[in-house]
């Protein structure tokens, strides 16, 4: 499982780069299968850490996506409506979901090295 | 992220005589109708598309099978199901159904004359019990034995456009020259087992019910044969593409059989529940397609911006790439085109289309 060391992860599986963006982890979008469809939140909309913002479906089930931080969201990845199955293919890169202006971090975020053992 | 939790399988789960091979596959395992099933191994597409393109076979052993025997057996079958028994000829399987006595099905099952007098009823794996106990409540005045053999069997479908080539190499049966709703007693693998020409993916296919304790060595001939394991995400993707109502969604107690096309599951004759089967139903069954946004069951319909209905069975297309789903929907609107189904609080426009999703080659 691909876990890079320059982000953070939330126990639902979402990661939150010091840029500000956020998707879903490697291990999350195994466990969900296929990715067929997601629903991403409006550009501009102020978000709590914990919120549910977006959601992630797979052929079998909707995925709810919590926002690993508070702030506003200031863009979202427009390739996913008519590829949502880069979410599969580069969790980290392509299939990134949205960009934050963070001005607060979820308090519970861990760093690669916590965040691989909780989800083996 | 969250979705249906992978949950440690409780230890009242119950496990089928391929438990440990479905492991050895690498499946990942989730509780069923008190069973703990594969749900994937490789994938949920690679496997569909397994069993459309080539060849898959899913462990459905978790499913009953009793056992009619008696003088009095067609008689008692003929009364506690719609279908006409007595056109089945020994070999020869049928779709019927277990009506409700205050209307709505019990269950629908397969049945297999195996000999005169003799019958196998295969029935859904969470309707083992109330099968039995409704049966039980109906045996008296009739000269037959009836024995819940669920335990006993193993069984497996083995479906796709290749499952005769990949099989037959390995049977001394012509498996070809059997046809559809042949049921039968063949080697395979030199195993003793009883093969039915059958299925629920909308291909072609064998039913294949061996003694549990040699279900997992036919397994793994199966693999080394070249057809994939697939779990019951992809037999629930493949059944609905192919138009085919599940219990528990399409049907159940309360849900008026009739809403759905299978009115040819019911035949004149006198049974168990006539009178509620024979009224005409207020809902139909219809098939939906959406551009983009999968509905699931539960989601709300709506036409003409009145709510008409609920979806029953949803999904994500892997053969036709697009979202499907059935509904019930009030009688007045199943001729509509145009619905509306509701996701998390928004509705998206779907349009009516005609069942079966997908129809094999």
Do not use: C
């Not at chain 2, 794996?125 to 409540?137: E, F, M, P, V």
């Not at chain 2, 983009?292 to 999904?315: I, K, L």
Request: aromatic share 8%.
């Amino acid at each position: 499982m691909n876990t890079p060391s320059e982000l953070k992860y939330a126990a639902s599986h979402e990661w939150l780069s010091p840029d500000g963006t956020v998707g879903i982890s490697d291990f999350a979008q195994d466990q969900l299968g296929d990715v067929v469809y997601v629903e991403l939140p409006e550009v501009g909309r102020e978000v709590t850490a914990g919120d549910t913002i977006a959601v992630v479906e797979s052929v079998k089930t909707a995925s709810d996506i919590y926002a690993p931080a508070s702030g506003t969201i200031t863009a979202v990845n427009e390739e996913l409506s008519g590829s949502p199955e880069k979410v599969n293919e580069s969790p980290y890169e392509n299939g990134w979901l949205f960009k934050m202006d963070v001005t607060e971090v979820g308090a519970d975020l861990m760093d690669a090295e916590q965040y691989a053992e909780t989800a083996e | 992220m969250t979705q249906t939790p992978d949950s440690p399988p409780e230890p009242t789960l119950r496990r089928t005589p391929l438990h440990a091979a479905h492991l050895r596959a690498g499946a990942r395992m989730v509780p069923f109708g008190g069973w703990d099933m594969p749900v994937q191994y490789a994938g949920l597409k690679a496997e569909h598309d397994a069993v459309r393109n080539s060849a898959g076979m899913f462990d459905v052993s978790h499913m009953g099978e009793f056992r009619a025997t008696g003088p009095g057996a067609l008689a008692f079958l003929q009364g506690v199901t719609t279908n006409d028994v007595s056109k089945l000829r020994p070999g020869r399987a049928h779709y019927n159904w277990l009506p409700g006595e205050a209307g709505g099905l019990i269950d629908d099952i397969y049945i297999y004359m195996v000999a005169p007098d003799e019958y196998l009823l295969v029935v859904n794996a969470g309707n083992i019990d109330k099968d039995w106990a409704h049966l039980q409540k109906h045996l008296a005045g009739h000269d037959l034995t009836l024995s819940n053999e669920s335990d006993q069997w193993a069984l497996l479908a083995v479906q796709g456009p290749k499952t005769l080539e990949l099989l037959q190499p390995f049977s001394d049966t012509d498996l070809a020259a059997k046809k559809k709703n042949a049921y039968f007693a063949a080697k395979l693998f030199g195993f003793d087992v009883m093969l039915a020409r059958t299925g629920y993916t909308g291909e072609d296919g064998f039913e294949v019910f061996v003694g549990a304790s040699q279900a997992e060595t036919l397994w793994d001939k199966l693999l080394e044969a070249g057809i994939a394991p697939a779990g019951l995400g992809a037999r629930d993707t493949l059944r609905l593409e192919a138009g085919f109502p599940l219990y528990g969604h399409e049907f159940s107690d309360t849900i008026h059989p009739l809403s759905s096309s299978y009115g040819w599951v019911v035949k004149d004759k006198e049974h168990l529940g006539r009178a509620h089967i024979t009224a005409a139903p207020q809902q139909k069954l219809i098939g939906l397609k959406l551009e983009r946004v999968p509905v699931r069951e539960g989601y709300p319909v709506y036409a003409d911006g009145v709510q008409v209905g609920t979806v029953t069975s949803g999904s994500s297309s892997p053969t036709l790439g697009h979202p499907i789903a059935m509904a019930l929907v009030d009688a007045a609107h199943a001729e509509s085109e145009s619905f509306e189904v509701e996701v998390r609080g928004k509705r998206h426009p779907a349009t009516r289309m005609a069942l079966p999703f997908y129809r094999g080659a």
